[in-house]
């Protein structure tokens, strides 16, 4: 079974910086994808990021462009997810994710839908003061 284990969260100041990581098992790298998603408290789950290792695909949400990037290392099964400029608005808990058995892993498109992704890691709370 896939198993994801999120890391890295804390509490960091406005402006500061943060880096995720999802350590995956249980899959098969070149045929995987792995979603970053973040629920802030009373609001929805929302998609952050993407990376595919099946097609190179990536996707961030476009209001964090410039300032999160997605990263891996392929000989840890991890993928990072660097957030720097952080503001209080991105206080959340971040989960990593990966799709459903059955979908193809890419993270091609202008949405991620949280309803593609069957695994999910424990998340791990950011939180950003002012």
């Known amino acids: 079974d896939v198993q994801l284990q999120a890391s890295g969260g804390g509490l960091v100041q406005t402006g500061g910086s943060l880096r995720l990581s999802c350590t995956a098992s249980?899959?098969?790298?070149?045929?995987?994808?792995i979603a970053w998603f973040r629920q802030a408290p009373g609001k929805e789950r929302e998609a952050v990021s993407c990376?595919?290792?099946?097609?190179?695909?990536?996707f961030y949400a476009d209001s964090l462009k410039g300032r999160f990037t997605i990263s891996s290392d392929n000989a840890k099964n991890t993928v990072y997810l660097q957030m720097t400029s952080l503001k209080p608005d991105d206080t959340a808990v971040y989960y990593c994710?990966?799709?459903?058995?059955?979908?193809?892993?890419?993270?091609?498109?202008?949405?991620?839908?949280?309803?593609?992704?069957?695994?999910w890691g424990q998340g791990t709370l950011v939180t950003v003061s002012s």
């Open positions: 990376i595919s290792f099946s097609d190179g695909s990536e």
């Open positions: 249980g899959v098969t790298f070149d045929f995987f994808a």
């Open positions: 994710a990966s799709h459903k058995t059955g979908l193809v892993p890419t993270c091609v498109g202008s949405r991620i839908y949280t309803s593609d992704f069957g695994f």
